[in-house]
T-cell receptor
Framework: KQEVTQIPAALSVPEGENLVLNCSFT??????LQWFRQDPGKGLTSLLL?????REQTSGRLNASLDKSSGRSTLYIAASQPGDSATYLC????????FGTGTSLTVIP | DAGITQSPRHKVTETGTPVTLRCHQT?????MYWYRQDPGHGLRLIHY???????DKGEVSDGYSVSRSKTEDFLLTLESATSSQTSVYFC??????????????FGSGTRLTVV
């Protein structure tokens, strides 16, 4: 069974800092990877989707990369803002989606 | 954007009673999913559907059943609710066309408490 790990579980940074969130998975036979954010008491909002033929995706201040051979993905957030405070989840898709347990990010004003 | 709504948003029910949660989509996406989210476990797949009347089990399907009589609606039923089924339930759709993977869109969730 696919195991998805996100380290660290929690992260606190000052506003303006660039940061990297990590996601690792045990089975490299995946097709796609998706990053989500979840605000407290809310659903999941899609941030970036990396399809099977891609290695990275960018949206605004966010950049996600995928290295299937090493079983790793990173989400880079540039110039962090307090509004970025949320839990960030990665999910890998092989024959179904497997989710990590997330990284809780706090950006301090 | 795919429209996906869940109802109810919150529910408190007694142990042993049946409960049905509803997921409704406004587009004709083929694949729909039910997940539960619990602290320390993340999101776990309960059941999914790949078409009208076509459903299959996920990793935590015991005690749950589903039905999909129309493309737009996917129902999750707790046959006899137990306290271990207290959780937040999320519905998701695969936004790809047909069998293509287009990423997931999630509903806002249903917070279920079994007392």
């Amino acid at each position: 069974k696919q195991e998805v790990t996100q380290i660290p579980a929690a992260l606190s940074v000052p506003e303006g800092e660039n940061l990297v969130l990590n996601c690792s998975f045990t089975d490299s036979a995946i097709y796609n990877l998706q990053w989500f954010r979840q605000d407290p008491g809310k659903g999941l909002t899609s941030l970036l989707l990396i399809q099977s033929s891609q290695r990275e995706q960018t949206s605004g201040r966010l950049n996600a990369s995928l290295d299937k051979s090493s079983g790793r993905s990173t989400l880079y957030i540039a110039a962090s803002q307090p509004g970025d405070s949320a839990t960030y989840l990665c999910a890998v898709y092989g024959n179904q989606f497997y989710f990590g347990t997330g990284t809780s990010l706090t950006v301090i004003p | 954007d795919a429209g996906i709504t869940q109802s109810p948003r919150h529910k408190v029910t007694e142990t042993g009673t049946p409960v049905t949660l509803r997921c409704h989509q406004t587009e004709n996406h083929r694949y729909m999913y039910w997940y539960r989210q619990d602290p320390g476990h993340g999101l776990r797949l309960i059941h999914y559907s790949y078409g009208v009347k076509d459903t299959d089990k996920g990793e935590v399907s015991d005690g749950y059943s589903v039905s999909r009589s129309k493309t737009e609606d996917f129902l999750l039923t707790l046959e006899s609710a137990t306290s271990s089924q207290t959780s937040v339930y999320f519905c998701a759709i695969n936004t790809g066309q047909g069998d293509l993977f287009g990423g997931y869109t999630f509903g806002s969730g249903t917070r279920l408490t079994v007392v």
